[in-house]
């Protein structure tokens, strides 16, 4: 029976990953860059129980009323908060020195600790909405780099199955390199886009500067990649890059214009791109504007005034490859032709 039951639960795991892991069939079919929607410049995270029991919907659960109050504030106060700031609920845990009620912002790398069902409106209003300190709670600083992994498996089973695993390999390859000061890794909820699943967020320094770079299609191949070339020497891997904090869609579009996926081939953006549709202010080779005297507009269209200025120099249009006055004289040579061959005959029939 024993081996029965292990069989069984080897099974299971084999399809769910074929099913909803990294084996299954939606892995890098779509393009990347340019998922992180929709644009904002503030990422909040709320520490909060376990990725285990999060009910699907935990900013909105009745059962779990501290990240309800702070979503609701937030959304309550979004026309009064500058930057555009999101809420992600997050584990805690000794390895992270986080527990149920702490709250770290990025990219300000400021950790509060401890805020509690009836302080939320404070905190907002003061934090969020009047970028101070939070008048009843000390504010930490954060050092080192944070790795989060969406394992939101009641929101959707493919972060279930994908994050758990992630999450290990990471603390594997931390402790592995000596990094558990320095990197620390936590499951969170639910952050957008779970086809692209395993989702990952990394805040760390790249080219000077805190961001938040999210990645897409990660598997435990890419963590040691994630780990020395991303937060070791601040490089974006771009085949797995969806976006980053801060940067809006189309910038991400823009920034990797052909994607690599792991095996070698190449995803080309521009197929899903939308076409282009060309107005006047977009018409910057054709159009050229000014701004007349007493504030009246002198715009002209550039192709309107080659034609003023080719009849300025003469009077003469281009048809096809000939100038007019080539048409002039091939008509003249084709008259004169025909009247000395009329001449010709009248002759001819003199005599």
Request: glycine share 10%.
């Amino acid at each position: 029976m024993a081996g029965e039951s292990e069989s069984f639960t080897e099974a299971t795991a084999v399809s769910d990953d074929v099913k909803f892991g990294f084996e299954r069939s939606e892995m890098y079919q779509s393009n990347l860059a340019g998922t992180v929607e929709p644009p904002f410049d503030r990422h909040v995270f709320l520490t909060y129980q376990s990725h285990q029991t999060w009910p699907s919907r935990v900013e909105d659960s009745d059962s779990d009323l501290l990240p309800k109050l702070l979503s609701a504030a937030i959304k309550a106060r979004k026309n009064d908060i500058i930057i555009k700031t999101r809420l992600t609920v997050c584990e805690g845990g000794e390895d992270v020195n986080l527990s149920d009620g702490d709250v770290l912002i990025f990219p300000d790398m400021v950790k509060y600790s401890g805020v509690k069902e009836s302080e939320v409106d404070g905190f907002v209003e003061d934090v969020l909405v009047s970028g101070k300190p939070w008048a009843s709670g000390e504010q930490g600083s954060l050092d080192g780099a944070y790795v989060f992994v969406c394992a939101h498996n009641n929101r959707d089973r493919r972060c279930g199955v994908c994050g758990p695993p992630l999450i290990e390999k990471f603390k594997e390859e931390i402790e592995a390199k000596g990094l558990k000061e320095q990197v620390f890794v936590a499951a969170c909820s639910h952050i957008g886009g779970h086809k692209y699943a395993g989702n990952v967020i990394i805040f760390s320094e790249v080219e000077g500067k805190v961001a938040g770079h999210w990645y897409g299609y990660v598997t435990p191949n890419d963590v040691p990649t994630l780990l020395d070339q991303h937060i070791g020497e601040g490089k974006v891997i771009e085949r797995i890059w969806r976006g980053q904090m801060g940067l809006h869609t189309e910038k991400a579009a823009d920034k990797t214009d052909e994607q690599k996926v792991p095996n070698g081939t190449n995803v080309d953006n521009k197929e899903n791109k939308p076409q282009e549709t060309r107005t006047e202010e977009s018409k910057g080779s054709f159009m050229s504007c000014c701004q007349g005297a007493n504030g009246v507009s002198c715009c002209r269209d550039a192709s309107a005034e080659e034609v003023e200025s080719k009849k300025a120099q003469g009077g003469l249009l281009k048809f096809g490859k000939w100038e007019q006055h080539e048409i002039l004289t091939a008509v003249g040579v084709v008259a004169a032709v025909s009247v000395v061959a009329v001449a010709y005959g009248f002759y001819k029939r003199a005599r």
